[in-house]
């Protein structure tokens, strides 16, 4: 499993790494914001030094959105639903 500890949220929210070109990120930006979910977005493109992490989680690929709990885990394009059912459990 890779090493998530470097981006591991707080409890209660999540980091999502992005890309300003990707639309499944702001749709899930918008979606989080209109919940009230808290979360702290990483660009790829300005902070390059997360990609191995990313690529570690996707099995080699450099998809976003990426998004990590605070349990440490990771979703790749997750549905809002999901990360509010992984944050209350």
């Known amino acids: 499993m890779p090493d998530t500890s470097q981006?591991?949220?707080?409890?209660?929210?999540?980091?999502m790494f992005t890309t300003t070109w990707?639309?499944?990120?702001?749709?899930?930006k918008g979606q989080l914001s209109r919940e009230g979910v808290p979360f702290t977005e990483i660009d790829?493109?300005?902070?390059?030094?997360?990609?191995?992490?990313?690529e570690q989680v996707n099995g080699g690929n450099r998809t976003v959105p990426t998004v990590v709990f605070p349990?440490?885990?990771?979703?790749t394009?997750?549905?809002l639903a999901e990360v509010r059912s992984r944050l209350a459990g």
């Open 77 to 79: 394009n997750p549905s």
């Open 7 to 15: 981006v591991t949220p707080e409890q209660g929210s999540v980091t």
């Open 44 to 54: 790829l493109e300005a902070n390059p030094e997360h990609v191995d992490l990313v």
């Open 71 to 75: 349990d440490g885990s990771a979703a």
């Open 22 to 28: 990707c639309g499944y990120c702001t749709r899930l």
